[in-house]
């Protein structure tokens, strides 16, 4: 660690055995640890692990009035052999820090990151359960945790990591309201930023999608609702006869590490690919033809979340079910067999965090 090192304490007894791995609610169990870290004075210090716990902080911390705060998603997986992996999270260290430049927040240093997120993962591998599905979800976050409500970024952040148990199932298809009012990000805003506003900033226009019969919204261009950009909280990806297509990342979109993963992929699987702007018009003309077959939410939760139809301008399409042998199913398996440490990892995207 940069000033100090990292200063352990553990739990007096964990919590484990009152856990149901069998019957997981997503996000609301937390392992017996956490990593926390303070920014003072121009300087991250204090790095530690302790049991998990509520903290302490100011009412008038920024992070409560300003929304002053940034995330990222990550998993850990254990293989057959019982070793602990982490998918690509050279990639989420480096978007925690493009997200806190933009949030004015200060950059982590990479030993307070990797350091904090092995140790934390080593005290509590005991969360993780090997086989398909069953993972730990890792959640580090930084806040503006400094007192006082002076509209203006604050000089004092707290960074953690916490984990959640998690289990994956198949949960079907979804249909998406292909949304023409609201919009999630702007042009030079934060859209591309793990930022918790962007979050807030979601949840009506779903409630409103839901209450229409949908499970999410599919957001499109702030300027004109014409071009498709994101899934929800996922990245997008469309099959137009035997290609992939997905959009540009932009200062609107994501840059998530499945989109690129499969990306990637898919073209080592000899699919052809591009990355274009995507016209919902394109959408609606390729469920008329059949030549638009397969339409996913690419993240990190899911993997690959597959869309059973739409909804644009008051009509709905459907798209056909999905095969087998589809992309989304296809490279979904692929990326799984490669995080569980299952095939060959060629792009070296594993890191292993436990040895077996
Ligand atoms: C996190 C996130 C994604 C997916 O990113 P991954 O790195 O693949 O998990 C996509 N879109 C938004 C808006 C996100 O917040």
Redesign the pocket.
Known sequence: MQTTTLQITKCESSKIDQVNFDKLPFGEIFTDHMFICDYKNGAWSNPRIQPYQPLQIAPSARVFHYGQAIF???KAYKDDEGGVWLFRPD??YE?INKSAERMAMPPLPKEYFFEGLHELLRLDQEWIKPGIGNTLYVRPFMIASQAGIIASAAEEFTFMIICAPAQSYFTGSVSVKIEEHYS??ANGGF?YA?AAG??AG?FYPTQLAKQEGFQQVV?TDATEHKYIE??????IFVRLKDTLVTCPVSDR?????????LLQMAEDMGIKTEVRPIAVSELVKGIASGEMTELF?????AVVSPISGFSYEGKRYELPELSKDSYALRLKNQLMNIQYNRSEDPHGWREQVVTS
């Open positions: 990222e998603g990550m990639q989420n978007r999630r990000a859209g793990k962007n979050y979601q957001w994101e899934a929800g909280t996922m990245n979109i994501l840059d998530g590490v499945t989109r690129k993963s939410g690419a993240g990190t939760a």
